[in-house]
Every structure is written in structure tokens, then in C-alpha cells.
């Protein structure tokens, strides 16, 4: 904090409380506090933050922007205290003052803008694009109420919506710019008529939305570098006013950007997701060209100063947003318009899964935008018309853009971009081989691959400080600068008095979890259990359930025999199931029913306990993963995009139970097979079965008597008060087939976990296990990531350099 002392900062933030609240430190509660350290950081900061954006126009450095409808920022207080280089002062100071930073940290709401690893990866990536200089801004929408607050009721769970917005610390970070809003046409029809030299669009009956963004600064880490993330909000426009008079009139406006992934299970809520798309889309593609033309550069050549990624399919119609101003307000020809959008574009793949691979219905697509559709049904034909006669007419079918009376807005994507990655070796090959390999025929060198990664500040120095300081003094401090020097622990693998460190470490952090789990749950937990996590969506694939039929199997095996001698074992799960996924949130109620009778049987003497908590989020996977002894990434080969819990659980020493899914890949690699808990079908078996249909999973229920006893648990009475889910988990398992392999992995499944039961109890090897999986998570380090995303796809230049000790951010 440049040369500022303790004794300062306290004058500082006295005075600050009292301008802010006409309060003392005795008389402010927690939020009061909170909200004075939010104003101080965010006004030290700020001059920084015009900086870098004075800084970006000045050079005429080419920017990119991360187009997501995701983030999950979680808290930022400690993450901007520690990047600014304040974190270890105030956090005295607040001692001085009989205050506790982590109380007062605790205020803030974890911003509901995202649902998973999408969301969170698109974070980690700010973090690190903002530490690492680049000059790369966020782009998304600012949702109301978010996804929604997770609560279990009898065992179900049921949605509440996030009112983060509304609570005592609201959105500290945030700044309303309303100078900065743009108009968004949404509906009505359109017909071209003919301008000199180009087709003008009339538009009748379309409806005006105002966006209205709001700002929220991207602190890097010691580096004089604060990026922005611009979240939109939809509005009224003040003249269209009177045409909302009733206050359900006024709701459809609001309702654009009041929840993220409204329920696409009916007609309404897919109309609603679409014109959410259309609308953060198209906001931030026309301020991103307003911005660019206001220091007249010639916009024909706009991709030499700026780039935009797409992430995830949501999107995908930045493509035909950014032909339409091209075309429409800039008068470029099309072949001008269409090289300077293919240049500009990328896309990034995040699932194979076809739910995520959206297709929009073309009447609908008309209904919210007919100039939208219009530009896509020109680049179909452009593009059908360019590969006729000279590939296949089979293969023009299965990749052109619009066919089956649906938009795939995936391949919109691909065709209107120069690159398009995948987010793990094993996830790239198979969108080449399998997922997109027409595309990969067409297009073979657009496609590349990204591996995720993970904030390392957030998830150990910010997360696990105990961990940090063991590692501090085994390795020095320079990791916290340089994630790859974690790689220098490899020396020390047989250092006892270190990896007795390591175990108390964890101890500790193992102790604190058992008591945030008896003050949310009320169920006492041993810490010398071993803490078995998954943590995750909840989904079919990612196969919590296979981890449910061995909890079953244990509780069997222990009700027969209650003097077995197993590792006492803390199962843990944190997963949300989308409103509308009926199974997943059958999964559910089975869980916590088989947890209910578990934790409450006294013949088991507390050997195995099942734990739940409610509301998966950020913050409560920082209180998760420092403790965690397990790290379960169990899903069925192939299905896994990457994976990114795998990355921070490995990094906090937990050693993993994998599949070879994802980026579990990458970590076997890294780590050596003695350091993984390898078991299950691989990718080529999975396919093998696809390709010779010869996959019963009958045959193991029937064949196979531990199978057929765990699955009968389901549906026999054993779990109580799960005849409707039970019955319906069973025939998913039994009659309907087992899509994604549970039947077929168990037996391996409870093989491996026999092993990591045998291989704990030689605490050494453990730890030494433990310890070679910190160092190698380095290599998953975000910061390294979007590097390659900078300088492969973006071709952008880093700005400043991180570490520069000399940041002065003025109180
Ligand atoms: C998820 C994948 C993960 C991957 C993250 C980040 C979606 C749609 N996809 O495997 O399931 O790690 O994206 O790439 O959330």
C-alpha cells in the first residue's frame, strides 16, 4: 500500500465511517464496517482503474471482450485487498481495532450472476487477465435475483429467488453508468429498402429497451491494473414511458435481466432466454463499436483493435450483432463486413452436452429479432453457396446454420470466428474426432486447445492461509507471485517435518469445517475422518449418484456387520439441479434421505456421515475445499468438458478419485499414476459401447449380487421416503438402460475406494501423495491460461507486467 503506515490507515478509516455513517467504530455493526472498507478500496482504486482504461485508448492497444452469460465473482473484498497489496495491513489494523476482517468480509453477497464452472472460470479468467495486464474486459448481464438460493425442504430442494442485490452489502463494487446506455431493438418486423450503395432496414413495431451498464472494477495483482466488467441491466427508456403503464407492463422489461437461465421448459421462458441473449449481445457489441469509433480508427479495420470471445454457446449471435451495425450503421459491404467479423470473433466450447448447444426455432428467433435473423439466413446461404460442389452435400447439410426449421447457434459460432478451443486435451480431440468433426473437415485449423485453469490467488492464498504459510516457509513467497514455483515442493517430498505440517494444516482446516457443518446442519462430524467432497452442478453425468450407490453399499455392509473396520468417512456434497431437471433433483431428495437415516443411526457408531449443504456456491466452496481429503471427478468419460473443482481441490491437497474425463487427464499426467485414484471406463470404451449398442446394464443388476442389493435399497424401503424417486432412479438405472455407465463403473467404483481407504492409512505416503498434487496444480494456474488465450487467439499485448511491488494505491 505504497508507503502508507498502520496508524494511517486507522485515522483513514475512522474518518471514512464517519462521513460515510456519522459512526464510530463502537457503534457500527458489520456491514456499516464492511461498507467503509468497500469505499476506501474502491476510491483508492478508481484513479488506477481510469488509468487503464486512458492507457488502452492512448496506445490504441487492441482490447478484447469476454462476452459470458455467467460469472461467479463470489465475494471481492479480500481478493482486492490482497491484489492491491493491502491485505495483510488492514487485517492488522482491524486487530488493533478489535475488529475481525473475516466477519466483516463475511457481509458481502456472493454476486448470483452464474451457476457453475463456467461462471467461475470466466471469473478466475478477469482475475488473471486484470493480474497479468492484459487489456481485457468482461461483458455481461446483471441479473437480479440470479439463479437461485438452493433450500432443502424434507429432503427436496426447492428455489428461492437470490435477493443479493437487496441485501445489507448489496453491490459495493458496482457503478451505475447511465451516460454510457445503449438502446436494444427488440421485436417487431423489418424490411430492407433500397439507400444508395446499401439496404436500409425500416423497423415497425419493434420495442426499445434501454441497457444500462454497470461497472465493476477488475483489480489486478500488484500491478497498477484494474480491468472492467460491464454487467448489463434492462430498463425502460424515458420516452417510452407511457407505454408502460401498469406495473406487470413494466415487469416485462425488467424481467430481461431478473434471473439467469429463465426455465426453458416452456415456450415463454425460451422467448425470455432468447431476447436475454439478443440483449447483452447487442448492448455490448454497440458500445463496444461506439467506443472504438470515438477515437477515429476506420472501422473497416476494427480487428485490428478489438476482440470478442464467445463463451459458451449463449452468445453466439455476437456474430450476426456485429454484421448487422457493420452493415446497417456502418454501410461496409458484406465481404468487408464478414472478414472484419471473422477476424474479431472466437468461441469457446464448454460441454458436448446438446442442451448446451442451443438451436432456436426460426419463427421464434423472428419474433425477437427479424434483422437478426434475416443477417443469419444470408451467412447459411453465403455459406451453403460457397462450399456447393466442392465438398460433400451431406456434410453442407449437418454443419450449415439454419436446417430442420432451427438455428444452430453453435455453428453460427464457428463459421463466424477464426478459432474455436475446446477446454481440455481429451474435450479438444473429441470436438475434433467426434462432436464437431464436420467442422473440423471444413475448418482444421481454427480449432485449438485451451485447459482451464484456477485463480491460485483466490483458491490458496485467499482460501487456505494455513496452507500458504507452510508453503511460504518451505519454499519462500515468490508462488504468490508465480504459481509454477509451487513446482519446487517436488523437492521436498521427503521432508517429514513438512508433511506433518501439511497434516495439521489440513487438520485445522478440517476442524473448521466441522463446525460451520454443526452450525448449518446440526450433525456432528469427526475430523479425522477422512472428508470425501463432491462438489458440483448436479447432473446425470457427473454421476453423484455412483457416489450415492456406495454410501449405500457402505451403510449395508455396516448395518451387517457393525464391527468392520473401515476409515471413518464425512461424505460431502454441494450441488444445485436446474429448476426444470426432474432426475437431477430426484438425486437429490435420494441423498439427503440416505443421509437423514445415516446420520441418525446410532449401530453405525458415526463411521460414515453423508453431508449436504444447501446453496452451492463461491464462498462455500472456500470453506470446502481447504478441508477436503477426497476430491470425487467421477463422471462418465468423455462427458466432462474439463473440469475446474479437480484443479482447486488438487491444490489444496486432496488427492482425486477420476475417471479419465476432462482435465483428470491432464492431472494424471502431471501427478503420475501413483498419485491418482484411476478406475472406471475410459473414452474409448464409452464410444466401443455406443458403437456396438451392446451395453445391458440389466445384466449387472441381475449378474452381479452386491449391484442388485444397492439398487434394490432404492426402491425396498431401506432409504425411506423415496418411492417416487427411488422408483425413478432404479428404471433409470435398470430398464431405461443407464445412460452414463453407473451400473457398469460401481465394482471399480468400490475397488478404487478401497484403495484410497488402504493408502490413508500410511498418513507419510498420504501427505506425500498430497504434497506432489499442490505442486503440479501449478500447471493449472489461470494466469498461465490466458496467456495462451491472449497471445494464440486474441493477439493481444500484456500492458504491465505483474508483480511490480511499487503499486501505490492512495488511501
Ligand atoms: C462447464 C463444464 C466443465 C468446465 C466448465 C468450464 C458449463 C456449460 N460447462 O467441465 O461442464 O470445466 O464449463 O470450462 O458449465
Redesign the pocket.
Known sequence: MGSITKEEFITMFKKRLNQKYAMDISDACNSELYGTLCSLVKSSYSAIWRQTWKDFVKEHDKQSYYFSI?YLPGKLLKSNLLNMGWYDLVKTAFQEMGLDLNEIAAVEPDMALG???????ASDFMDSLASEGYPVNGNGIRYHYGLFKQKFVNGYQVELPDEWLNTDGGNAWEIRRASKSVLVRIGGHVHLVQEKGYLKPVYEAATLIQAVPYDVGMVGYHNNHVNTLRLWSAEIPESEESKYPTIEDRRQVEDITAVLYPDDSNESGRLLRLKQEYFFVSAGIQSIIRHYKKYGSPIDQISQEVAIHIN?THPAMCVAEFMRILLDEEHLSWSTAWTQTVKVMSY?N??I?SE?LETWAVPMLNEIQPRILQIIAEIDHRFVTSLAGKVDGGLIERTRIISGGKVHMAHLAIIGSHSTNG??KL?TDLLKSDVLHDFYTLYPDRFNNKT?GIAVRRWLQIANPRLAKVIDQTIGNDWRQDASQLLKLTDHTTDNSLLDQLSEAKLANKRDLAQFIKQKTGIIVSPNAIFDVQI??L?AY?RQLLNLLRIIKLYLDLKQNPDLEIIPRVFIFGAKAAPSYHYAKSIIKCINETANLINHDSTIQAKIKVIFLENYGVSLAEKIIPAADVSEQI?TASK?????SNMKLMLNGALTVATLD??NVEIKQYVGDDNIFIFGLNKQEVYQYYHDHNYHSLDYYQNNPIIHRVVDALVDGTIPNVSAEGHEIYDSLTYLNDEFFVLRDLEDYLRIQDKVDETYRDQRKWNKMSLINIANASYFSADETVKRYAEDIWHVKQLSEKGDMNVKYPL
Open positions: 455467467e451457476n457453475g464452472g463456467l461462471g467461475r472460470l459458451d469457446t464448454h460441454t452436452m448446451a477446454v481440455a474435450h482451464n458440483k452442478r447432473h457427473k463422471s466432462e468438458a474439463s473440469g475446474t476432462g482435465a
